[in-house]
Nanobody, 114 residues
């Protein structure tokens, strides 16, 4: 059983930045997909950014050019650097890692005030 622990969420003004971290209890080299998802109130959970085992990244259109996903294999951690935050980025952000099975973190709240 792999546990994912997210951190770094909080309240920030529009235009500000936050960095989310997702620390895994096992080596992240076993996962072929590592991603950040978000769910706003009344909306479905959506993919924000992902990085695969080869290092290729993918971003949802609304965050392209503002968010950057990265990983540190030595620390078993995936990051999401979020810049130029907008009120519409407000959501609970979840880390997900996919291998033989999928693992999800507990979520971290990001609130962007206007």
């Amino acid at each position: 059983q792999v546990q994912l622990v997210e951190s770094g969420g909080g309240l920030v003004q529009a235009g500000g930045s936050l960095r989310l971290s997702c620390a895994a209890s096992a080596s992240i080299l076993i996962f072929y997909h590592m991603g950040w998802y978000r769910q706003a109130p009344g909306k479905q959970r959506e993919l924000v950014a992902s990085i695969n085992s080869g290092g290729s990244t993918n971003y949802a259109d609304p965050v392209k050019g503002r968010f950057t996903i990265s990983r540190d294999n030595a620390k078993n951690t995936v990051y999401l650097q979020m810049n130029s935050l907008k009120p519409e980025d407000t959501a609970v952000y979840y880390c997900c890692m996919k291998g033989i099975r999928d693992y999800w973190g507990q979520g971290t709240q990001v609130t962007v005030s206007s």
